[in-house]
Structures are given as structure tokens and as C-alpha cells.
């Protein structure tokens, strides 16, 4: 049974930091991408980064390039979202999901695997 369970969140001021965490367990993960989603109250779900176990490609939401960093860790198997330099309009809940994907994969819909989030909130 696949199982992601995210970890970090929390309540920070503007300019700060959080490192997410999901850690994944259940399967062998090598030809999986790995994204972070977020979803704000009243506000669809958005991709903020994926990362491919395999080679580490990577992609990020525009609104987030130079402040958010996403790596993993074979050995560990999980998924790390560094967050820098964090807005208030960076709050919501923050998912881990796995897609059994070739490419780095945007879209929510082609995520079969979710956690169970992870709330970020920044205040002002």
C-alpha cells in the first residue's frame, strides 16, 4: 500500500523559511515524478514543483522559481520542499503526490498517489 505522509508545516513570518518533507513508502518509486501541490482556502489546487526520482529532472510554478527548492533522497525515500523567502499569499495546504509518469508532470490529474497535506501559514 502506497503511503505519503508529509511533515514541516507550519506557522512562520513573512521573509521566512519551512523545509517540507514526504516521505514515501510501498513501492519502488524509480520511474515515479514526485510533485508538491498546494491549495489555498476557496482556491483550486495549484503544482508548485515535481521532481523525477530518476535523474532528477525537475519543474517549478512560476510563482515560486528562486524561492522554493524541491530534492529527494533515494536512500531515504523522500521528497523535500525547501521554502524561502515566504509570502502570505504562500499559505495553504501543501500536498505530496506520486505519479507514475516519463516525463515531470504538472497537472494534478496524473497524480494517483496523495498525502494527506501539510499546513503552511505566513503571516504578514
Known amino acids: 500500500q502506497v503511503q505519503l505522509v508529509e511533515s514541516g508545516g507550519g506557522l512562520v513570518q513573512a521573509g521566512g523559511s519551512l523545509r517540507l518533507s514526504c516521505a514515501a513508502s510501498g513501492r519502488t518509486f524509480s520511474s515515479y515524478v514526485m510533485g508538491w ?34 530534492s529527494r533522497d533515494s536512500a531515504k525515500s523522500t521528497v523535500y520542499l525547501q521554502l524561502n523567502s515566504l509570502k502570505p499569499e504562500d499559505t495553504a495546504v501543501y500536498y505530496c503526490a ?6 515531470v508532470v504538472t497537472t494534478s490529474v496524473k497524480y494517483e498517489y496523495w498525502g494527506q497535506g501539510t499546513q503552511v501559514t505566513v503571516s504578514s
Do not use: L
Open 37 to 70: 501541490f498546494r491549495q489555498a482556502p476557496g482556491k483550486e489546487r495549484e503544482f508548485v514543483a515535481a521532481i523525477r526520482w530518476s535523474g532528477g529532472s525537475t519543474a517549478y510554478a512560476d510563482y515560486v522559481k528562486g524561492r522554493f527548492t524541491i
Open 98 to 103: 506520486a505519479a507514475r509518469f516519463s516525463g
